[in-house]
């Protein structure tokens, strides 16, 4: 009687070496197609499985919407770059077209309230650079002034920071103070001697908030610094 053989035990390929495998046999499936659509995946959402092919179709779809987010994000972008460039061009061309210090506080106030929603400005200066009386935007700098700004820079050349409702009465004392309080950019004003300060503010609590870059501040800050110099040698001449 013969003995009854024993079945051999069951083999499994290895995962890792499959996976090599069919990676340096990228045409494997080329006439094997209807393989494609018995392999199950794991859903990327659900706890279920999909065929390979409607899992391949769900990554694409999912690929071209990010890729057609970045490209909106990237329009966007442009599209905001575009504008901050002409708002800032159209600015720095009306200070360069003003005849004294006068005219270029009020291009200042002008141009940044229309065109970057500051509502209020204040060009606080050691003395008058014309020997006639001020007039805001353009302040004559005093001790007083000149502490609570360096306050608000706190080391800084440029910051933008909160501004109390006290500090602003001091500050901007031509223009009306918010509820409780507001913000500022404010920078120094050099040109190889110190010069003043430009105060920037909105009633709004975070429109400066202090996480903000200050480097159009600071870029504003030397166009101001250039033309206060130029404007004062153009009025000595003129004497």
Known sequence: MSQTQAP???TTLDPERVAHWLARHPDFFVGREGLLQQLKVPHPQTQGAISLLERLVHDLRERAETAEWRLEHL????????????????LILALLEAENVDALGEALSTQLSERFRTQAVALWLDSPHDGSAVQPPQMRLDDSAR???EELLDGHNSRCTQLSREAWRTLLPHSEPPESSGSCAVTRLTMGEPLGYLLLASQESEHFRATLDTLFT?????IVARLLIRLD??????D
């Open 218 to 222: 600071d870029y504003l800050g030397e």
């Open 147 to 149: 502490a609570t700004l």
């Open 233 to 238: 040698t153009e009025h000595a001449r003129r």
């Open 8 to 10: 051999e035990p069951r």
């Open 75 to 90: 329009l966007e972008t442009a599209r905001h770059n575009e504008a901050q460039y002409q708002r800032t061009r159209s």
